[in-house]
């Protein structure tokens, strides 16, 4: 569970940010420097300096460009520590307020600076050191989320009730903590053309991915994982013994957790089990054309053709309103639990992830349920209508979920909506933050949350490429 900080106004900056005395509406026309310092960043890239000069120059709206200014290099900025392993490049990525790596925030955080790494070594470099990073992180334990960068350390989740190691910050058991690192990894490949990650320890890595997905099917038996917590929070433990509530060996893999970090009811988490699919099929890429390993390719192709079938059984429900939709979790049994979550994987997020084609009928019905208040974590309130999740509660919408829903539409007045109420909401602090209230974006949780911060980034670049008149 990442710590959540409910700050009611724009007072806090991390890392040497600068808190602004200014009232926000003083900010329209006068923009604090919030960005950390020269000195004080972690890395600095030549081209990603350029390109926020670029934007700048061309983007005519002075709170866009400045907000771009801070978000975009914030991964950069704050949360990278570049290391050395022998003569190899290792990277230890921090989600910002937290002094521990989450394999899916740290694949994420530097996923927009992929396009950057030809016009930059050292950028490629860091990338790749991330990559190598996380194989070492998956052979300690597949099944932990987070984890630190000293290997003796036993932070405050050490006395959970799992097979807790010292250096790993948390043991939630996610799918998509292995399916990130294998989309970085993918992407890297394809961007660079550079095997050198792909040595043998990576190769383990798969190894042990294969397996543990397997062992989560649960076909032979329930697998080596429990989890207990003891905490007043119901979403921070599983239920029934440790194991979660029950489920029908189907194909499907359980995901014992959320992307949120928070358990879910019926453990077959379909947008992970989505995401699974497109991973082992690009690590299956990765064993077959790099490093000749025929065996394991096949074994990840078979695994992802099983899930896919699955999914199609089984994880998508006839909605009395919306058709044939995505259910949000399944059991097998035939039970399904109708919502979405801002954190990504979710549903919204699939085209994102290239989990499904962002013209698929049953996903086109099941966005439209999502983006109404027939999903019970759809807030709209005053300042801005998204989804939100658990995590957090009710009337908190999630940047992420609207950034998402930038990412999944062609309809220009959409996204231009979108990006305008990111940039109405940051509470006048310049950056984005885990989550504001849907009436007041002055109370928000998480002031320094880089994910979000260089997804933003990404955005705004992406459309500036693309359809700059929608950022006028």
């Not at 979405?340 to 979710?346: E, I, L, R």
């Amino acid at each position: 569970m990442k710590r959540r900080t409910f700050i009611q106004n724009a007072a806090l900056f991390s890392a040497g940010m600068m808190a602004s005395k200014l009232s926000f509406a003083e900010m329209q026309s006068t923009f604090p420097v919030v960005r950390l310092a020269k000195d004080k960043r972690h890395f600095s890239s030549k081209v990603i300096e350029d390109v926020i000069l670029e934007f700048q120059k061309g983007v005519t709206n002075k709170e866009m460009a400045w907000m771009f200014n801070n978000c975009f290099p914030n991964t950069l900025d704050t949360t990278v520590y570049p290391e050395k392993d022998g003569d190899k490049p290792l990277t230890y990525v921090i989600t910002g307020d937290i002094d521990a790596m989450w394999l899916r925030d740290s694949s994420a955080q530097v996923w927009p600076y992929l396009p950057f790494m030809k016009k930059d070594k050292n950028l490629q470099n860091l990338i790749m050191g991330l990559v190598r990073k996380q194989s070492k992180c998956i052979n300690i334990d597949p099944y932990a989320n987070a984890f630190y960068n000293d290997p003796t350390k036993k932070g405050e989740w050490f006395s959970d009730h799992t097979a807790m190691k010292p250096g790993i910050h948390e043991r939630k058991w996610e799918i998509d903590s292995l399916c990130y690192p294998i989309r970085l990894a993918h992407a890297y490949w394809k961007a660079s053309n550079d095997t050198t990650p792909f040595d043998d320890e990576w190769v383990q890595a798969q190894q042990n991915i294969y397996k543990t997905f397997v062992e989560q099917q649960r076909k032979e038996n329930l697998g080596p994982y429990k989890f207990e917590r003891t905490t007043a929070r119901g979403t921070d433990t599983l239920q029934v013994d440790g194991l979660g509530y029950p489920v029908k060996p189907v194909g499907l893999i359980v995901s014992s957790f959320r992307p949120s970090d928070d358990a879910t009811i019926f453990s077959f988490l379909i947008p992970s089990n989505l995401f699974a699919i497109v991973s082992l099929r690009q690590s299956a890429e990765i064993l077959r054309k790099v490093k000749n390993n025929i065996d394991l390719a096949t074994k990840m192709e078979n695994l992802a053709n099983e899930v896919e079938q699955a999914v199609q059984k089984y994880g998508i429900i006839d909605h009395p309103q919306f058709g044939r939709v995505y259910a949000f979790e399944v059991d097998g049994f035939g039970s399904h639990l109708m919502m979405d979550d801002a954190n990504v994987p979710s549903l919204l997020a699939l085209p994102y992830l290239g989990a499904v084609d962002v013209n698929d009928e049953v996903y086109q019905r099941t966005r439209k349920y999502i983006l109404s208040p027939d999903n019970p974590f759809f807030f709209k309130g005053t300042a801005a209508e998204g989804v939100g999740g658990p995590h957090i509660g009710r009337d908190m919408i999630w940047p992420m979920s609207i950034i998402m829903r930038a990412f999944t539409t062609s309809n220009e007045d959409e996204i231009r909506n979108c990006i305008q109420t990111l940039i109405k909401t940051h509470g006048g602090t310049g950056f984005m933050h885990e989550s504001f209230h849907k009436d007041d974006p002055t109370k928000y949780t998480r002031h320094w949350f880089a994910w979000t911060n260089t997804l933003f980034g990404e955005l705004l670049w992406k459309t500036y490429q693309e359809k700059p008149s929608l950022l006028k």
